[in-house]
């Protein structure tokens, strides 16, 4: 959805090194979010954001910190990469109204070695 | 807490047939229900969502679903399979916080 980036779509990475992927959008919502999908478990919520320096854990936050300094951007960052976070990371956006349901980003393909 | 179940891993159907994916979920009040489809390497496009109303609710793509109180339940249907639909399709429930729940996703094959 060209409302919606993420950036980089693909990184390859060390255990142990940190690294930050970020999310941008254009479309002024309220709501952001960063998720993990891995097979068979769907996508799994790490962290979202309720508004600018708003924000709350998902059920998969551990290793993981975020931070949003402006209504666009929402960054993802790994403090110290593990195998285990070898993923594909997805952002979404959002308005306050439960109906409408996510936009998504494109993703971002991470593979830690 | 909130949950979605999606019993079916992988189904495979024959290009021209229909086509029924399975969801059932866990929600304390009224649901809103959506279902995504995700093309191989793609992000999730929104299929289509019920949150009040008739319960048939008709997507994209040719798609409808059905909510089911009585049986928690959500199913996605198609009455006749396009080879381009094979993909993989995710059930989710809104929740609490704005949130989306999402089932594990039945990937479908669509065979000629």
């Known amino acids: 959805d060209a409302g919606i980036t993420q950036s980089p779509r693909h990184k390859v990475t060390e255990t142990g090194t940190p690294v930050t992927l970020r999310c941008h959008q254009t479309?002024?919502?309220?709501?952001m979010y960063w998720y993990r999908q891995d097979p068979g478990h769907g996508l799994r919520l790490i962290h979202y954001s309720y508004g600018v320096k708003d924000t709350d854990k998902g059920e998969v936050s551990d290793g993981y910190s975020v931070s949003r300094s402006k209504t666009e951007d929402f960054l993802l960052t790994l403090e110290s990469a593990t195998s285990s976070q070898t993923s594909v990371y997805f952002c979404a956006i959002s308005e306050p109204d439960r109906g409408r349901g996510y936009t998504f980003g494109s993703g971002t393909r991470l593979t830690v070695v | 807490a909130q949950s979605v179940t999606q019993p079916d891993i992988h189904i495979t159907v024959s290009e021209g047939a229909s086509l029924e994916l399975r969801c059932n979920y866990s929600?304390?009040?009224?649901?809103?229900l959506f279902w995504y489809v995700q093309s191989p390497g793609q992000g999730l496009q929104l299929l289509l969502k019920y949150f009040s109303g008739d319960t048939l609710v008709q997507g994209i793509k040719g798609f409808e679903a059905e909510f089911k109180r009585s049986q928690s339940s959500f199913n996605l249907r198609k009455p006749s399979v396009h080879w381009s639909d094979a993909a993989e399709y995710f059930c989710?429930?809104?929740?609490?916080?704005?949130?989306?729940?999402f089932g594990a996703g039945t990937i479908l094959r669509v065979k000629s």
């Open positions: 479309e002024n919502h309220r709501y």
């Open positions: 989710a429930v809104g929740a609490q916080g704005n949130k989306l729940v």
């Open positions: 929600y304390g009040a009224t649901p809103y």
